[in-house]
């Protein structure tokens, strides 16, 4: 059965303090795997799509890297307006609307 | 560029009742999925609109149904409304026919069934 897992579930970072949050997969076939940042009661918005392992993309403080089995979501540095709830999501080769979602990692950042 | 727009923003029904949710696609996409959100979960996969016609579905029975018109906007019907039907529903808007299908959706509907 295909599987995305995202870990850890909630992370609690200091201002400045950088960390990785993780998304694995077990799917027959990946044809992207994508990063959203989700704000409380809004809808995903869209960070980043990778495509073959070794990408790497980056967009401001955040790094999205990606190997066969999962992917990193780095941040360095952070700031209290990084905090939100990130998901993963991949989709598959044999579906060509699905995105199959992780559960997400919730970060909160303190000043 | 217009992003994605959903209506209403917030619902409240009763059991058994029907509801119907719309969707405003992205300018210049072609392609609606619906999601289903409950509380501390990703999204789930409902189905998505391409030409009109639903072209590919997730795990949800029949009494989830949609509609796309020309314009490329979209319709989620819910019939028989079930207690677990609360949830926040997104609508995404994509350009068919672009390989990995990126999608950008929209604010969400907060459905609550009472």
């Known amino acids: 059965e295909d599987q995305v897992t995202q870990s850890p579930e909630a992370l609690r970072l200091q201002e400045g303090e950088s960390s990785s949050l993780n998304c694995s997969y077990t799917?027959?076939?990946?044809?992207?795997l994508f990063w959203y940042r989700q704000d409380p009661g809004k809808g995903p918005e869209f960070l980043f799509t990778?495509?073959?392992a070794g990408e790497e993309k980056e967009k401001e403080r955040l790094k999205a890297t990606l190997t066969k089995k999962e992917s990193f979501l780095h941040i360095t540095a952070p700031k209290p307006e990084d905090s939100a709830t990130y998901l993963c999501?991949?989709?598959?080769?044999?579906?060509?609307?699905?995105?199959?979602f992780g559960a997400g990692t919730q970060v909160v950042v303190t000043p | 560029e217009t992003g994605v727009t959903q209506s209403p923003t917030h619902l409240i029904k009763t059991r058994g009742q029907q509801v119907t949710l719309r969707c405003s696609s992205q300018?210049?996409?072609?392609?609606v999925s619906w999601y289903q959100q409950a509380l501390g979960q990703g999204p789930q996969f409902i189905f998505q609109?391409?030409?009109?016609?639903?072209?590919g579905r997730g795990n949800f029975p029949p009494r989830f149904s949609g509609l796309q018109f020309p314009n490329y906007s979209s319709e989620l019907n819910v019939n028989a409304l079930e207690l677990d039907d609360s949830a926040l529903y997104l609508c995404?808007?994509?350009?068919?026919?672009?390989?990995?299908?990126?999608?950008?959706f929209g604010p969400g509907t907060r459905l609550t069934v009472l």
């Open positions: 995404a808007s994509s350009s068919y026919g672009l390989s990995y299908n990126e999608q950008f």
């Open positions: 799917v027959s076939g990946l044809r992207g």
């Open positions: 990778l495509y073959s």
């Open positions: 999501a991949v989709r598959l080769t044999d579906s060509w609307g699905k995105l199959q």
């Open positions: 300018s210049g996409h072609n392609t």
């Open positions: 609109y391409y030409r009109e016609e639903e072209n």
